[in-house]
T-cell receptor
Framework: GQNIDQPTEMTATEGAIVQINCTYQTSGFNGLFWYQQHAGEAPTFLSYNVLDGLEEKGRFSSFLSRSKGYSYLLLKELQMKDSASYLCAVPNDYKLSFGAGTTVTVRA | KAGVTQTPRYLIKTRGQQVTLSCSPISGHRSVSWYQQTPGQGLQFLFEYFSETQRNKGNFPGRFSGRQFSNSRSEMNVSTLELGDSALYLC????????????FGQGTRLTVV
């Protein structure tokens, strides 16, 4: 089975940087996803890492270390619209197993 | 290209009733997965359908069932509703069985009273 852990909540100020960590234990590894979910809306795809290292996409970057079972999502130059829940997920047996999600609150 | 469409968006039912939720995947996508999202449990996998067949099932009681039609649209049914079934039910559309990328619909918010 899967065991995926991420912090419950994080708060940061506009313009700052926030790093959301995710640790996982899985019987087989087929990559790791990050999704963003605003309240009352669908989760939207942010990133997919299958190889070790950092992948940058504009203000958002995602890092993976397979040997450590660890990933993080880095949000730079935070904006108010980044206030949302961020979900870490690993695919296994043709389904996604999700962490509980990290609620990020951006303050002015 | 239209996204994943779930209907209805909101639903209120009483205990003991049954409910049917609908999901239309992205055009050309043939795999549909269903998830339940609650504040306490997060996103939990219910089942996946591909080519009108259930390919994968999560750890939910038999009251939760689903089906997929030849046009890839899917429905899920919950019978004998319980208060604990109150949740956001999300449908995810993928190109094929085993595709890693999934696109989510807006969800159906079910409240059981």
């Amino acid at each position: 089975g899967q065991n995926i852990d991420q912090p419950t909540e994080m708060t940061a100020t506009e313009g700052a940087i926030v790093q959301i960590n995710c640790t996982y234990q899985t019987s087989g590894f087929n990559g790791l996803f990050w999704y963003q979910q605003h309240a009352g809306e669908a989760p939207t795809f942010l990133s997919y890492n299958v190889l070790d290292g950092l992948e940058e996409k504009g203000r958002f970057s995602s890092f993976l270390s397979r040997s450590k079972g660890y990933s993080y999502l880095l949000l730079k130059e935070l904006q108010m619209k980044d206030s949302a829940s961020y979900l870490c997920a690993v695919p296994n047996d043709y389904k996604l197993s999700f962490g509980a999600g990290t609620t990020v609150t951006v303050r002015a | 290209k239209a996204g994943v469409t779930q209907t209805p968006r909101y639903l209120i039912k009483t205990r003991g009733q049954q409910v049917t939720l609908s999901c239309s995947p992205i055009s050309g996508h043939r795999s549909v997965s269903w998830y339940q999202q609650t504040p306490g449990q997060g996103l939990q996998f219910l089942f996946e359908y591909f080519s009108e067949t259930q390919r994968n099932k999560g750890n939910f009681p038999g009251r939760f069932s689903g089906r997929q039609f030849s046009n890839s649209r899917s429905e899920m049914n919950v019978s004998t509703l319980e208060l604990g079934d109150s949740a956001l039910y999300l449908c995810a559309s993928s190109l094929s069985h085993g595709s890693t990328e999934a696109f989510f619909g807006q969800g159906t918010r079910l409240t059981v009273v």
